[in-house]
């Protein structure tokens, strides 16, 4: 990464598949007398070649991407260069996909439900090579570590990233058919995907699988 001083507004990549959230991120950001936008991308071959050729200082990435999973994004930036800066900002729960971010290398995780100035702060505090979670997932995370988290983990939690994002989708009501052209996945891969999370989940029929995803998507946005 490019190394900055005092004089230096730091660079910022922003990765959304929605262009007016981007753009209103876009502009809070240009309104900061330290940090400015390098590049925009909207998918995940897009936000790869700008990373590659503008060099960001912090990469604000989405979860939900149109060629992919934000999560699959950050493992394949912190491939490709270690010292990449990842702040993962979306529209799902920290409890759901937080800890999986931060396990990929991302340094933090922030809901766009979150005050714009909060946002800003967690890209200087990523910037800066801190960590960034909500307060409740920090304690979460701590007590987990130590043992004593007493929601403990959902079966859920076992999930690969790309079974997680299935199952989701599943939840959301989406065919086997329509998963796959989202995913850009065969009809046969995501077939197995579902063997996979019903074994994992120990439900016996695709007809409960869903039943069960819909009502944990619905728990999630609750």
Not at 77 to 82: A, G, M, N
Not at 202 to 221: C, N, P, R, Y
Request: aromatic share 4%; net charge positive.
């Amino acid at each position: 990464m490019k190394s900055r001083n005092a004089m230096e507004r730091s660079r910022i990549l922003i990765v959304d598949d929605h262009p007016p959230l981007r753009e209103a991120l876009a502009a809070r950001i240009g309104r900061q007398s330290d940090l400015q936008v390098c590049g925009e991308a909207a998918d995940l071959a897009e936000a790869l070649r700008l990373v590659a050729s503008v060099r960001p200082d912090v990469v604000v990435v989405d979860i939900t991407l149109k060629d992919g999973n934000g999560i699959e994004l950050v493992k394949r930036l912190k491939s490709r260069d270690d010292r990449v800066r990842v702040l993962v900002w979306s529209m799902h729960a920290e409890s759901l996909y937080a800890e999986r971010a931060l396990r990929a290398g991302a340094l933090g995780y922030i809901t766009k439900d979150q005050e714009t100035n909060l946002i800003i702060e967690a890209i200087r505090r990523v910037r800066d090579g801190k960590t960034w979670l909500s307060e409740t997932m920090n304690q979460r995370l701590l007590l987990r570590n130590l043992g004593q988290d007493r929601q403990g983990r959902s079966p859920v939690d076992m999930l690969a990233d790309r079974e997680l994002e299935v199952f989701r989708l599943i939840g959301e009501g989406m065919k086997t058919s329509e998963i796959a052209t989202r995913l850009h996945l065969s009809v046969k891969t995501v077939e197995t995907y579902r063997d996979r999370i019903r074994q994992k989940l120990e439900i016996s029929d695709g007809t409960k699988l869903a039943h069960f995803a819909t009502q944990w998507v619905m728990q999630q946005s609750n």
